[in-house]
């Protein structure tokens, strides 16, 4: 019997994505590491932790991500 829960990878797991949600609960206490910097974030996805950002004093944001909807690669 094999210890994997399934057999077939999802598109999210071939890739290895992560998705982050709930950035500002996550995140509570960590505003002065971003407040006046630059943000940058290798693996962004929709962008939810550069929002996060902005939100929070980072005077620019910018992303790359595999995916083409990327708010932020451009």
Request: with cysteine; net charge negative.
């Amino acid at each position: 019997m094999s210890n994997k829960r399934h057999l077939k990878q999802s598109h999210k797991q071939k890739h290895g994505q992560f998705f982050t949600s709930k950035a500002t609960e996550m995140l509570t206490g960590w505003e002065h590491l971003v407040q006046n910097k630059v943000a940058l974030d290798p693996f962004c996805g929709n962008g939810d932790l550069l929002d996060w950002a902005l939100n929070n004093g980072a005077e620019f944001a910018r992303g790359f991500d595999i995916e083409p909807q990327n708010p932020y690669d451009n």
